[in-house]
């Protein structure tokens, strides 16, 4: 595991990067890739969680520095996540790896198939300014669970999710990223109580994500287009599923 610490710094802060652009986090692509260079599924979730949480908060910083943050539009989702995800990471530990993992390739293809048939209103002046109470409640109790249960953060379930409903995925990126740090560190928790996680992996991980996480979110906000960088994740959490059921077919 030692020899694999570089390796891990550099996924943690490439995906992050990439998948900041996007308002979500990294940890679904970041488990499989960990599990390939050997890392245990069960140590590869908690850390993917922990890395959530990092690199979001890194770009909820720089969304609150430049004052684009819908604190009450996530608010619901939050309180709801944080609630569910440890009963998601209590149940994980009852179930079988390969069940896990057929699960997890499901999340894949459904997460990735949302970011790229489901885009929302075509003009942005259709896009919903409200700041509803039920429908991210029920989003996030659904995105916390699966958080726990996987170790994927949530935000694979929230934009999507948030984008059907009506919502800008601009602003949906910026309130996903506001949301999953919260799902993400209650079911590291849970881990973390269990004993799964590695400490030193962690700190290492941890810095990479935090200014991956940070600088994708800047330069989303000043040169990206969400949308089209929600279609190219969408793109490749299919391919990882595909590759997911080859390898275990």
Same mark, same amino acid.
């Given at each position: 595991? &030692?020899?694999?610490?570089?390796?891990? %710094?550099? !996924?943690?802060?490439?995906?992050?990067?990439?998948?900041? !652009? *996007?308002?979500?986090g990294?940890? %679904?692509?970041?488990?499989?890739?960990?599990?390939?260079?050997g890392?245990?599924? $069960?140590?590869?979730?908690?850390?993917?969680?922990?890395?959530?949480?990092?690199?979001m908060?890194? +770009?909820?910083w720089? $969304?609150?520095? &430049?004052?684009?943050?819908d604190v009450?539009? *996530?608010l619901?989702?939050?309180?709801? #996540?944080?609630?569910?995800?440890?009963?998601?990471?209590?149940?994980?530990?009852f179930?079988? @790896?390969?069940?896990?993992?057929?699960?997890?390739?499901?999340?894949?293809?459904?997460? *990735?198939?949302?970011?790229i048939?489901?885009?929302?209103?075509?003009?942005?002046?259709q896009?919903r &300014?409200?700041? /509803?109470? +039920?429908? /991210?409640?029920g989003v996030?109790?659904l995105?916390g669970? %699966?958080?726990?249960? !996987?170790?994927?953060?949530?935000?694979?379930?929230?934009?999507?999710?948030? %984008?059907?409903?009506?919502f800008?995925?601009?602003?949906?990126?910026?309130?996903?990223?506001?949301?999953?740090?919260f799902?993400?560190?209650?079911a590291?928790? @849970?881990?973390?109580?269990?004993? #799964?996680?590695?400490?030193?992996?962690?700190?290492?991980?941890?810095? +990479? +994500?935090? @200014?991956g996480?940070?600088?994708? @979110?800047?330069v989303?906000?000043k040169?990206?287009?969400?949308?089209s960088?929600?279609?190219l994740?969408?793109?490749?959490?299919i391919?990882?599923?595909?590759?997911? !059921?080859?390898?275990?077919?």
């Open positions: 595991m &030692e020899s694999h610490i570089l390796i891990i %710094v550099f !996924l943690s802060f490439g995906l992050s990067f990439i998948f900041a !652009l *996007g308002g979500v990294s940890a %679904v692509i970041l488990i499989p890739a960990l599990s390939w260079i890392v245990p599924f $069960n140590l590869a979730r908690p850390t993917g969680l922990f890395v959530n949480c990092v690199s908060l890194g +770009a909820t720089s $969304n609150f520095r &430049e004052k684009k943050l009450k539009l *996530g619901p989702i939050i309180v709801s #996540s944080f609630v569910t995800a440890p009963v998601g990471a209590w149940a994980g530990h179930l079988p @790896t390969r069940t896990l993992l057929f699960i997890f390739i499901g999340f894949l293809f459904f997460s *990735g198939s949302m970011m048939f489901f885009k929302g209103s075509k003009y942005a002046h896009y &300014e409200d700041r /509803p109470v +039920a429908g /991210p409640l996030g109790v995105a669970f %699966v958080s726990g249960l !996987l170790g994927v953060g949530g935000g694979g379930i929230i934009s999507p999710l948030m %984008v059907v409903q009506g800008n995925p601009k602003r949906v990126a910026m309130v996903t990223a506001f949301s999953v740090p799902s993400s560190f209650s590291f928790i @849970t881990y973390a109580a269990m004993g #799964s996680v590695s400490v030193k992996i962690l700190v290492f991980a941890g810095l +990479a +994500a935090w @200014t996480g940070y600088l994708g @979110t800047r989303m906000q040169k990206m287009k969400p949308q960088v929600k279609c994740l969408g793109g490749v959490l391919l990882i599923g595909i590759k997911f !059921l080859w390898v275990m077919a």
